[in-house]
Structures are given as structure tokens and as C-alpha cells.
T-cell receptor, first 113, second 110 residues
Framework: NAGVTQTPKFRVLKTGQSMTLLCAQDMNHEYMYWYRQDPGMGLRLIHYSVGEGTTAKGEVPDGYNVSRLKKQNFLLGLESAAPSQTSVYFC????????????FGEGSRLTVL | AQRVTQPEKLLSVFKGAPVELKCNYSYSGSPELFWYVQYSRQRLQLLLRHISRESIKGFTADLNKGETSFHLKKPFAQEEDSAMYYCALSGLQGAQKLVFGQGTRLTINP
């Protein structure tokens, strides 16, 4: 049982390049989330989704876009990467009925030069 | 607005000593509080939640609404407790997201 899988796990980009992070979960969870983890800042919510076809902004959404075309997948896109987006990105999922326990992926380390 | 503050970025204690990781929150309604832990090379995972009133791996946390705190405690630290700890908050009744604190890196010295 894979749980939450993120790809890629590592990526180096140049400023201005675009990329997409893929999150897949096999637990049939309704809720999915993208967080970024930065030293001294903790985990900050970028975007989230409470169901297929729905997305909502979190605390730090600027510079990112997301899509939830299929229930099991949640994509995070960077259209024009900036050095400030260098971070570790975590995807998480949760069953419906009010968030209780988040199930996290292993993280994706992104460096923007 | 929801806010979680963990005042200590780093905390170092000796094995066998008591541990307390501080967490304060700001929320206008009735909160639900959680502690998440990330051990080296492992995924972030739920450690405990206040509503369960349980002890996990010897850790306990009590919600103090008067002081708006949810400190994590363990009477005798073990080396395997070394990890990154995050306090998190959600509103009750169908809340859709968790807000995390800045995290505290706990190091247990032998």
C-alpha cells in the first residue's frame, strides 16, 4: 500500500522555468493538500482540494497553480520558478468529514537557481 | 485567524530528562490541536491529538484553553525521540485544513 506518492523527489530548476509536481494517493481520500516546508517557517499551506474538480488557496498560493482532475491526483505547478520557491514540498491527504489525520508523502526537494 | 506558535526552534535535552515542547495558538472558535512528528528519513506523521486524550510513545499533551496552549510533554526522554515536532490546529466540525506551527527540532543527547 503506497499511501501518498510524490514525484519527482528532487529537482533543480533555473529561474523562469516551469515544472509540475505530482501527488498521487491510493486511499480514496477526498481532501488533498500541498504544503511547503522552510527552515524557521514550518509548514505553510499552498493550496488544497476538498474533492475532485475543486481547489482552494491556502496561506501562500502566489506563484503556484493546482489541479485536481482525478480524485487520486493533485498537481502543483510552478509556471515561472523563482529562487524564493526553493523549498521542500509536501503533499498530504485526508478522509472527508473534517480534517483529522493528514497522511503525508515523502516530500519533493526543489531548488531554483 | 488561526495561528500556531512554537517559540523554540531548537531544544536539546539529555536522555532521561523531562521534555516539554511548547505550543501556543490563536483561534476564535473551539480548536482541535495535534502534534505531528518527523523522524529522520521518515514521513511526517501524526503523534497525538488532544481530543483522543491518549499517550503515545510516552508523550502527552493537554489543551489549556485559558492559556491557549497545547504543550507536549514526556517525563523521561529517549534518544529515539530526536525528531522535528510540529504543533497543528484546525477548527472543529468539518474543518478542511490544518495550520502548522514553525516546528521544534528536538535533540536527545546520550
Amino acid at each position: 500500500n503506497a499511501g501518498v506518492t510524490q514525484t519527482p523527489k528532487f529537482r533543480v530548476l533555473k529561474t523562469g522555468q516551469s515544472m509540475t509536481l505530482l501527488c498521487a494517493q491510493d486511499m480514496n481520500h477526498e481532501y488533498m493538500y500541498w504544503y511547503r516546508q522552510d527552515p524557521g517557517m514550518g509548514l505553510r499551506l499552498i493550496h488544497y482540494s476538498v474533492g475532485e474538480g475543486t481547489t482552494a488557496k491556502g496561506e501562500v498560493p502566489d506563484g503556484y497553480n493546482v489541479s485536481r482532475l482525478k480524485k487520486q491526483n493533485f498537481l502543483l505547478g510552478l509556471e515561472s520558478a523563482a529562487p524564493s520557491q526553493t523549498s521542500v514540498y509536501f503533499c498530504a491527504s485526508s478522509p472527508p468529514g473534517g480534517v483529522r489525520e493528514l497522511f503525508f508523502g515523502e516530500g519533493s526537494r526543489l531548488t531554483v537557481l | 485567524a488561526q495561528r500556531v506558535t512554537q517559540p523554540e526552534k531548537l531544544l536539546s535535552v539529555f536522555k532521561g530528562a523531562p521534555v516539554e515542547l511548547k505550543c501556543n495558538y490563536s483561534y476564535s472558535g473551539s480548536p482541535e490541536l495535534f502534534w505531528y512528528v518527523q523522524y529522520s528519513r521518515q514521513r511526517l506523521q501524526l503523534l497525538l491529538r488532544h481530543i483522543s486524550r491518549e499517550s503515545i510513545k510516552g508523550f502527552t499533551a493537554d489543551l489549556n484553553k485559558g492559556e491557549t496552549s497545547f504543550h507536549l510533554k514526556k517525563p523521561f526522554a529517549q534518544e529515539e525521540d530526536s525528531a522535528m515536532y510540529y504543533c497543528a490546529l484546525s477548527g472543529l466540525q468539518g474543518a478542511q485544513k490544518l495550520v502548522f506551527g514553525q516546528g521544534t527540532r528536538l535533540t536527545i543527547n546520550p
